[in-house]
């Protein structure tokens, strides 16, 4: 069974800094395309950043390249977002997902069909 936890999430100022994490069970986590995504209330979820199985490739939504970062360890069974400079904007339910099948050592999946195993989100609130 396949099981993502996210952790990191809570209050922040604007211009301030959240690291979030995502850890993984249940399957072979360095062979899959693993990604970040956030819902805000009345809003569709929006993917955020992904990463390829290598760590090697991302993917950056327009809105937070340049401020968020996405890695991963596969020693860890990890994936991480770095969210640097943050704004009132950023502010909702952050998930973690992986891709249902790999696609490829270097694909990046950016579309939230590549996705079939999603954790329960945390949720980041950015003040003014």
């Known amino acids: 069974q396949v099981q993502l936890v996210e952790s990191g999430g809570g209050l922040v100022q604007a211009g301030g800094s959240l690291r979030l994490s995502c850890a993984a069970s249940?399957?072979?986590?360095?062979?899959?395309?693993m990604g970040w995504f956030r819902q805000a209330p009345g809003k569709e979820r929006e993917i955020l950043a992904a990463?390829?199985?290598?760590?090697?490739?991302?993917y950056y939504a327009e809105s937070v390249k340049g401020r968020f970062t996405i890695s991963r360890d596969n020693a860890k069974n990890t994936v991480y977002l770095q969210m640097n400079s943050l704004k009132p904007e950023d502010t909702a339910v952050y998930s973690c997902?992986?891709?249902?099948?790999?696609?490829?050592?270097?694909?990046?999946?950016?579309?939230?069909?590549?996705?079939?195993?999603w954790g329960q989100g945390t949720q980041v609130t950015v003040s003014s």
């Open positions: 997902a992986v891709e249902g099948y790999s696609r490829g050592y270097y694909y990046v999946p950016r579309s939230p069909n590549e996705y079939d195993y």
């Open positions: 249940g399957r072979t986590f360095s062979s899959y395309g």
């Open positions: 990463i390829s199985r290598s760590g090697s490739r991302t």
